[in-house]
T-cell receptor, first 114, second 110 residues
Framework: GAGVSQSPSNKVTEKGKDVELRCDPI?????LYWYRQSLGQGLEFLIY????????KSGLPSDRFSAERTGGSVSTLTIQRTQQEDSAVYLC????????????FGPGTRLTVL | GQQVMQIPQYQHVQEGEDFTTYCNSS?????IQWYKQRPGGHPVFLIQ?????EVKKQKRLTFQFGEAKKNSSLHITATQTTDVGTYFC??????????FGAGTRLTVKP
């Protein structure tokens, strides 16, 4: 089937605005991850969903960040009152079931906060 | 969560030279994965190691998992320009999460 898809591919917003980033995981994958990658930097873990379990939110940098996963499939990452330091590529990945299964990454959403 | 440390951060080599990146943890890992991210792309899975002392090869790439399962390495023999990118390790300490290292960015001069 299709791979992980993310939308939009690019998002430019003004400081203070809210943004929503969407991730469609591979069909049948129960685990879903969000990462943030600043230019030339590594992968910063944000949040992890596994089936019906409570998500691991330990990586969210502030309470302006939140994420939900509806029906165990599509996920939305919301950033409220965006700041310039939020500018980065936001990557979503899904895996079949366990945390240790191979992660398949989407192409990412490049967020620019002016 | 517990961290996985990766070194070096950057490596510049002449085409044909070898390259190695190292991943270390202070505590035992249940498994380790390696990913490659080409410039402008997203990370792509390369391999997973599970057993103590495990060695796996993919053409010019050799992956090792330490005997104590606290470290791992990726070695590329005779680098080519197509090897350019950032190599990430990701380790799990308890099978409930995977944490990525900071990555090693490899550049290859033709």
């Amino acid at each position: 089937g299709a791979g992980v898809s993310q939308s939009p591919s690019n998002k430019v917003t003004e400081k203070g605005k809210d943004v929503e980033l969407r991730c469609d995981p591979i069909s049948g994958h129960t685990a879903l991850y969000w990462y943030r990658q600043s230019l030339g930097q590594g992968l910063e873990f944000l949040i992890y969903f596994q089936g019906n379990s409570a998500p691991d939110k330990s990586g969210l940098p502030s309470d302006r960040f939140s994420a939900e996963r509806t029906g165990g499939s599509v996920s939305t990452l919301t950033i409220q009152r965006t700041q310039q330091e939020d500018s980065a590529v936001y990557l979503c990945a899904s895996s079949l079931a366990r945390a240790t299964d191979t992660q398949y990454f989407g192409p990412g959403t490049r967020l620019t906060v002016l | 969560g517990q961290q996985v440390m990766q070194i070096p951060q950057y490596q510049h080599v002449q085409e044909g030279e070898d390259f190695t990146t190292y991943c270390n943890s202070s505590t035992t890992l249940s498994n380790i994965q390696w990913y490659k991210q080409r410039p402008g792309g997203h990370p792509v899975f390369l391999i997973q190691l599970v057993k103590s002392g495990e060695v796996k090869k993919q053409k010019r790439l050799t992956f090792q998992f330490g005997e104590a399962k606290k470290n791992s390495s990726l070695h590329i023999t005779a680098t080519q320009t197509t090897d350019v990118g950032t190599y990430f390790c990701a380790g799990s300490h308890n099978n409930n999460d995977m944490r990525f290292g900071a990555g090693t960015r490899l550049t290859v001069k033709p």
